[in-house]
């Protein structure tokens, strides 16, 4: 009967301490959520907004080929970043972790991360200033005689990868170093002593180990890089939407609302079944 | 003990002057505050300070300014309002009637404008006036055109609008982002009036906008489109006009503007008193200020755009070189040369904005 009280009490305390976040979830996402669900399902007929409830946005969604481009361009652009982005990050965060002696590591993640501390739009359009015409890199590149004529480089996809990889690099170095560092050194030691070479004890215990702080990295880079609005718009000089500049236009330009939570929809769809890729790979990874 | 007795007399030495300090900035915050606030829904040109803080004084009031682009974004700002939240509005002239169905502007008396002192070309009355009742006023007009670099390009070649889509200067043009203004220059370039334009046309428009694209190096908003042309990075920009030029006109005497054989598109932006504003009357102040000759003088060469004021008695006080930058002295061929923006019905203008996203994504 004690123990049945002591229970009842734990639960209503364990209750107690989730209930304020789960409120704060059901009032800023569950209900958010259901409500564009619900205007996704509304039609814009001329200049009036109609509760159809149903699919011709999904359906106008595949059937135009400008609208269904967005999302290729975003999954594109995103796939590309976050490969970069990890290819570059892997060696600086090894870097950091490996060959920067313990008491200097602490710097060199500060410096490694000195980009977040500006502003995003503002770190946007210092990289147009950097990639255009007469812009640093074509100025340096004119003046040692490397090219003849300025590069095309700003207002390209290019630019916008740069942009975007320019962040990522910082978020998946933070990852990766934690993972690195966590690492117990005696792993590498017993596969060197086991007769592993450098290549093999990286390849076969390093790498693997590291999976996790990659995967991680490589996620949440896929969600902020596929979701974000301003660096493909200022850098890529609208010569190709990604699909968060076609919501804007829906809503900026048309106010069509149930259009815009169409897209909105589908690109939560996107970012859901990544998760649920990253999330199995992480589970099986563990068993 | 000494060091505690020492940190404690800082400390309140710190919260007194903290304090002294707070009450102070409070002080002059509340002899700063105005009385009375004024919401206002504007293009770009209104926010600049040099316009807005003469009125602000004279009658004591805070004037909130919110920017838009393009009445679709404006309209869409108002959609997620509460009535009553804004008091001016600041749209274009074609699509005062779209307003005006929308229940959303006040009827302006008559009397209560200079309409005499306006250029008859741009008082505009099938737009500002709707059965009888007045409800907008243009306040500045300009020229959708193209922009060129003329120490780059050759000038007689931008004269002609088929420059636009030729391959002549492949990625040296930029696009201006906004479709009506563009699509309209299409059209004219295509033989088509602007009035006339109609779904029947798009297949065609889309052709040459599809052409145009192919050939750009950006499509941008005002300041990517004005910021691209001044630093060299595109030497034409299909869409401009005096209003991206003229303000650079000291520091960038290479840039000019033209309107091609084929004539080019005219805009002119229109304000007035919103249905739902709580201060009408102080609304209404607003607009006769920004209507009075130095109001039309400080719109006019606004920080974010020039563009030829309504007034005509604002040359009064414009100096010869800012009159020479607005090109004032060749109106009336202008005004003849040009056309308004295209008015699209519901569908025709989602056709519209298909067609320019399609564009995008060429």
Redesign the interface.
């Known amino acids: 009967m004690a123990q049945a009280t002591l229970e009842t009490r734990e639960n209503r305390r364990a209750w107690g301490f989730v209930t304020p976040a789960l409120l704060w979830t059901v009032a800023f996402f569950v209900i958010p959520f259901v409500v564009m669900a619900a205007i996704s399902l509304a039609t814009r007929k ?2 009036d907004i109609v509760m159809a409830w149903n699919l011709d946005n999904y359906i106008t969604f595949f059937e ?4 269904l ?2 999302l290729f ?1 975003s999954l594109e652009i995103t796939f590309t970043v976050t490969i970069i982005s990890v290819i570059l990050a892997y060696p600086l965060a090894w870097i950091i972790a490996e060959r920067v002696p313990q008491k200097w590591q602490r710097m060199a993640l500060i410096l490694a991360i000195l980009p977040f501390w500006t502003s995003y739009v503002v770190r946007s359009y210092s990289w147009l200033l950097v990639l ?3 812009g640093v890199i074509n100025n340096a590149l004119l003046h040692i005689g490397l090219i003849a004529e300025p590069l ?1 480089l ?2 390209t996809r290019t630019a916008t990868v740069i942009g975007f990889v320019h962040f990522f690099v910082m978020l998946l170095t933070l990852t990766i170093y934690a993972n690195l560092v966590q690492m117990p050194p005696n792993y590498r030691r017993a596969a060197a002593d086991l007769g592993a070479n450098g290549f093999q004890v990286f390849w076969h215990v390093v790498l693997p180990l590291t999976l996790p702080g990659i995967m991680v990295g490589a996620f949440l880079t896929f969600v902020l890089c596929i979701g974000d609005y301003i660096t493909p718009q ?1 850098l890529g ?5 990604a699909l968060p500049q ?1 919501i804007m ?1 829906q ?5 069509d609302f149930p259009m815009a939570a169409t897209l909105s929809i589908i690109l939560m769809a996107v970012v859901t079944l990544a998760y649920i890729a990253c999330a199995r790979w992480l589970k099986m990874e563990r068993t | 003990m000494f060091r505690h007795v020492s940190t404690g007399k800082t400390r309140n030495k710190l919260l007194g002057g903290a304090a002294t300090f707070l009450l102070g900035a409070i002080a002059v915050a509340n002899s700063a505050q105005a009385t009375e606030e004024l919401n206002a829904l504007v293009w770009c040109d209104h926010t600049d300070p040099a316009l807005i803080e003469p009125f602000e004084k004279k009658y004591d009031v805070k004037v909130n300014l919110k920017e838009y682009e ?1 009445t ?2 404006g ?2 700002i108002i ?1 997620q309002s509460r009535p009553g939240d804004w008091d001016v509005f600041v749209i274009d002239g074609v699509d005062v009637h ?1 307003a005006v169905e ?1 229940d959303l502007l006040a009827e302006i008396p008559a009397d209560a404008l200079p309409t005499s002192d306006l250029f008859p070309e741009v008082v505009m009355a099938e737009n500002n006036v709707v059965d009888g009742k007045t409800y907008a006023v243009t306040e500045k007009f300009g020229y959708n055109t193209i922009s060129f670099d003329k120490t780059k390009v050759d000038p007689k070649d931008m004269e002609d609008m088929s420059v636009i889509w030729s391959d002549k200067y492949a ?1 040296r043009i930029a696009i201006y ?1 906004y ?1 009506l203004p563009v699509i309209g220059l299409v059209g004219l370039g295509l033989g088509i009036d602007t009035a006339d334009l109609g779904a029947d046309d798009m297949d065609a428009i889309k052709e040459k906008l599809f052409a145009m694209k192919k050939v750009s ?4 908003e005002v300041v ?1 489109s004005q910021t ?1 042309l001044a ?3 595109v030497d034409i920009l299909v869409g401009g006009g005096e209003w991206i030029t003229a303000v650079l006109s000291e520091d960038k005497p290479n840039l000019d503007w033209v309107i091609p054989k084929q004539g080019g598109l005219r805009w002119a932006q229109s304000i007035g008193v919103m249905k739902e504003s709580a201060k009408p009357d102080l609304a209404l102040k607003f607009v006769q200020y920004i209507l009075s000759p130095e109001g039309q003088a400080r719109l006019a060469t606004s920080s974010c755009y020039w563009g030829m004021p309504a007034n005509s008695k604002a040359g009064e006080n414009l100096s010869d070189a800012q009159k020479a930058a607005l090109r004032w002295d060749d109106q009336p061929e202008y005004l003849k040369n040009s056309q308004l923006y295209p008015i699209p019905d ?2 025709l203008d ?1 056709q519209m ?2 067609a320019w ?2 564009m ?2 060429q």
């Open positions: 001329g200049r135009k080929a400008h609208l481009k967005g361009v255009a015409k007469n095309e700003a207002s200022i000089g609208n010569n190709e939407l076609v236009l809503l900026g330009r048309r106010a | 393009g679709g974004a309209l869409s959609e779209r929308m990625g982002d479709y190096k950006q499509v941008g990517s691209a630093t060299g990075e519901a569908d989602a904005q298909d996203v399609e995008l994504q």
